[in-house]
């Protein structure tokens, strides 16, 4: 079995700064393709799709490159300017460059946008619109109270598959379930809608967190969206932060059923990115 990790970043400080990155903490240092390479084939993962990490123009063309130079990567999911009135020519160009092949997606930060309905914008819609009509998927990275706008916009544009990121960061440190559960339930009525078991390690707590604590999660997005609309996710290297690459991976198959391993660490991926 082709397992994929849909979800995991790099970085290289010495090209530019992340600024989300707290002053002393263990991710200011630079996370490289090689560094990656050793992390995956030590956990048996075969394929990945290299996620944004900043909202600048300049990353996505070198994500590309790293894509082509790399086998390991197989996607890439970039950043544009949803509301620039050429994107639809950007993403062209895009798909242009070296590696332009491996763009399979486009996400912003929406959970930076003080802006609810963000997503609703009509310049952002049109933007939208022309990742559809690109071929592309687009990333939700969205923190709860968004997540009805991600609904509507999921139910607005039918033609345009929306991945939700880390399950749309529920509150697991505070054990709460709702309203974040019956949201994320609408979202995944929608066809168009995919979620990826990712990022949970670190919306635990950091000191008594079990897998117990992220069982109710897991459980509510298997339940609504169903393993062939899964996919699993490391986050890496922010998972770092409470768990290694191995263990974000064998926590994930401890919280579903082998019989759905197949789907969730991989042909979901392959399928809704086009590996």
């Known amino acids: ?14 090209v530019r700064d992340q600024d989300w990155i707290g002053r002393g ?9 090689g560094d990656l390479l050793a992390e995956a084939r030590a956990a048996g993962v075969d394929r990945t799709v290299l996620v944004q990490t900043v909202t600048v123009a300049e990353e996505t063309p070198e994500f590309l490159a790293l894509a082509a130079e790399h086998e390991v990567i197989a996607g890439v999911v970039g950043w544009t300017d949803l ?3 050429d994107v639809a ?3 062209a160009r895009l798909r242009e460059l070296p590696g332009g092949r491996y763009l399979k997606g486009v996400r912003h930060q929406v959970q930076s946008e003080p802006d609810p309905e963000w997503l609703l914008r009509a310049d952002v819609r049109r933007g939208l619109a022309a990742v559809a009509e690109a071929g592309l998927v687009y990333d939700l990275v969205v923190v709860p109270h968004q997540l009805p706008a991600c609904a509507k916009a999921a139910a607005a544009l ?3 598959t929306f991945v939700l990121d880390h399950l749309g960061k529920p509150p697991i440190a505070a054990g709460a379930l709702e309203p974040w559960a019956s949201d994320v339930r609408v979202l995944a009525a929608l066809p168009n809608t995919v979620c990826k078991l990712s990022g949970m390690v670190t919306e635990a707590d950091p000191v008594s967190g079990t897998v117990d604590d992220l069982r109710p999660y897991a459980h509510t997005v298997l339940e609504a969206f169903g ?4 996919m699993f996710g490391s986050d890496w290297p922010v998972c770092t932060l409470a768990a290694s690459y191995g263990e974000v991976l064998d926590l994930a198959r401890q919280l579903t059923d082998p019989g759905d391993h197949a789907q969730i660490f991989g042909t979901t991926a392959v399928r809704v990115y086009d590996l």
């Open 1 to 14: 079995m082709t397992v994929v990790d849909a979800h995991h970043h790099l970085w290289d400080l010495s």
């Open 158 to 160: 039918p033609e345009l």
């Open 89 to 91: 020519d950007e993403l």
């Open 83 to 85: 509301t620039r009135p």
């Open 227 to 230: 393993p062939a609309r899964l």
């Open 25 to 33: 903490s263990p991710l200011r240092r630079d996370f490289t393709a």
